[in-house]
């Protein structure tokens, strides 16, 4: 609301026009409709809208009409809301991330589209105002467009005129050559068989061609319903015939390395990509927990080698203490032994002594 108030204070018509659309939808938490008009950017806790002002024809909607603000022209079949016109910040709770699609692989052969008026015109808007900051150039330089008289602009729409003359000659020979075809689906690749019904259907169609297609679809659904399984023999048949031909050439097409050529030439789509993308997310987290297997696989072998050790370790332990104590008793043993040798060798030392002395005693008397 302040951001709309002060657009108007400062009377810029194109910031408040996107204010004005925007305020409605962020008030009653149309998050879709607010990133489709914001242009799909991508999204967090606080959003960053980029408010875009295409230029709508005539018989536009009014919510298109509610944001034109005078850019200018966009070329056809080009994505929608691509200028920006006002930078407009809101705060956003409990908003999930979203990310955004996977650019898809362009041909190298394919011409290229030329720039447009406009596009020229803030190149070089650009180089002469590089004192604006960079969320005023869009929005200063977009004013001055609008205001532009046609004969001004001619310096730019000129030379994208006579270019886009040539890119579509360019582009007309292109698709005519088949390039456009090939470049989406790989020439070489075997064709899915159509179903029974959408079999039954195409004749269905030539038998009935004034009908439109899709009364003769209804039509032609409703009839074969009403149809017989023996009726429906015939097409099942065949689907099932053409069903393993394309099995066989599919297996063909992959073993011969066509499909992978094709998909070096082309790069894989946002589809493949995301594809991959988790199947490499289920290879890594496959890889973490074998890896915290093996670790724990690894950590319980140590702990059971170290409770080895340490029944060794007691073990010796007790068998060196059984070992001394074997040694120093039998160390007593032998010291007590030499010791009452010695005690018997004294004794019987003092008896000799003793019967020498009575001797001598007896022989003097």
């Known amino acids: 609301s302040s951001k709309l108030r002060q657009a108007r204070q400062s009377h810029d018509t194109g910031e408040a ?16 409709e607010l990133f ?50 006002s930078q407009v910040s809101l705060e956003l709770p409990h908003v999930v991330e ?31 105002r590089k004192d604006l900051h960079h969320k005023d150039v869009m929005k200063v ?21 006579l270019e886009k003359a040539k890119y579509d000659k360019a582009f007309k020979e292109y698709t005519e050559s088949g390039k456009l075809e090939a ?51 015939p097409y099942e048949k065949r689907y099932e015939e053409a069903t393993k031909k394309y099995k066989a050439a599919m297996e063909e097409y992959k073993s011969s390395g066509k499909e992978a050529a094709w998909k070096e030439k082309k790069g894989l789509t946002a589809k493949e990509e995301l594809r991959q993308k988790e199947v490499e997310k289920k290879q890594k987290a496959r890889e973490l927990k074998a890896a915290r297997k093996a ?46 040798l010695k005690a018997e060798e004294s004794k019987a030392a003092k008896a000799a002594q003793a019967n020498a002395s009575r001797k001598r005693a007896s022989m003097s008397a």
């Open 141 to 161: 330089a977009a004013g001055e467009w609008k205001t532009m008289p046609d004969s001004r602009k001619t310096q730019w729409v000129q030379p994208y005129e």
């Open 295 to 340: 670790k724990a696989a690894a950590q319980k072998a140590k702990a059971k080698e170290l409770k080895a050790k340490k029944r060794e370790a007691e073990a010796a332990r007790k068998a060196k203490t059984k070992e001394l104590e074997a040694a120093k008793k039998a160390k007593e043993a032998e010291m007590a032994k030499a010791k009452k």
């Open 17 to 32: 026009m996107a204010m004005a659309t925007l305020l409605p939808l962020w008030k009653h938490g149309r998050a879709p």
């Open 183 to 233: 470049w989406k689906r790989d020439p070489a690749k075997p064709k899915k068989p159509i179903t029974p019904f959408l079999e039954y259907a195409g004749e269905f169609r030539q038998k009935n061609a004034a009908l439109k297609i899709t009364e003769a679809t209804r039509q032609a659904s409703s009839s074969w319903k009403l149809m017989t399984p023996e009726q429906k023999v």
């Open 98 to 128: 979203r990310s955004m699609a996977t650019k898809a692989a362009r041909d190298p052969e394919r011409p290229k589209k030329p720039a447009s008026p406009w596009i020229r015109y803030l190149a070089e808007f650009r180089q002469q």
């Open 36 to 85: 489709r008009f914001a242009g799909g950017l991508g999204v967090g806790v606080r959003l960053q809208v980029t408010a875009a002002i295409p230029h709508p024809p005539p018989q536009a909607s009014a919510l298109a009409a509610v944001v034109a603000a005078g850019l200018p022209p966009r070329e056809p079949h080009t994505r929608a809301m691509t200028h920006l016109a």
